[in-house]
């Protein structure tokens, strides 16, 4: 299957910064992009569909303002969790849709943020 | 209820057992992954099923259209299988996006 890559994939900080995670589909291009976010024991949950060149959709309760999502290719997204807080600490998957494809759909490993 | 139900909800079982994990759905959808989610948390997308059966090594993963259930065989089952698994479908058809609904996964441990 098609490989999605994301970095890093864990990440320390302190209450009050900022945190970056790249998402790249490395072996297809992607119009969307997806962002998953799983606390423990629970399912994967959508934060934001994000869509090359255009703003992105935010699911509801999903600060924009606080996960600020940029896809600037059609194999990167980012998303930035702007003034973390210990509540933001989470793990954050991505996802790509294969450019073409409305099905194909493939996962990054993930990232696991802690905010002390 | 909840539209994407995996049964177990927990699996013990025995190196080199047959495993069945199912999938039940209560929605229209276009596609079914099947994830799997190793303890340190990194998914890995092992099919994307619309119809039929796939087979990718001791992996078989089987979709019933009609009957809106899926099935994930483990063959000769070994402990690097322990994992959680996951199901998801995407909802219906056209250009809707995202739309994945996960179910709450089937956690497998596989003794040696």
Known sequence: GA????????????S?????IE?????????????????????????????????????QGV?????????????LST??????????????????RVQGSINEQFFGPGTRLTVL | KNEVEQSPQNLT??????????CSYSVGISALHWLQQHP????????????????HGRLIATINIQEKHSS????????RDSAVYICAVKRGYGGSQGNLIFGKGTKLSVKP
């Open chain 1, 79 to 96: 998303l930035t969790v702007t003034s973390a807080h210990p509540e933001d600490s989470s793990f954050y998957i991505c996802s790509a």
């Open chain 1, 23 to 59: 998402c790249r589909s490395l072996d297809f291009q992607a119009t969307t992009m997806f962002w998953y976010r799983q606390f423990p024991k629970q399912s994967l949950m959508l934060m934001a569909t994000s869509n090359e060149g255009s703003k992105a959709t935010y699911e």
């Open chain 2, 72 to 79: 994930l065989h483990i063959t000769a089952s070994h402990p």
């Open chain 2, 40 to 55: 340190g948390g990194g998914i890995v997308s092992l099919f994307m099923l619309s119809s039929g059966k796939k087979k």
């Open chain 1, 63 to 75: 600060e924009k303002d606080k996960f600020l999502i940029n896809h600037a290719s059609l194999t």
């Open chain 2, 13 to 22: 079982a025995q190196e080199g057992e047959f495993i069945t994990i199912n």
């Open chain 1, 3 to 14: 490989v999605v890559s994301q970095h890093p994939s864990r990440v320390i900080c302190k």
């Open chain 1, 16 to 20: 009050g910064t900022s945190v970056k």
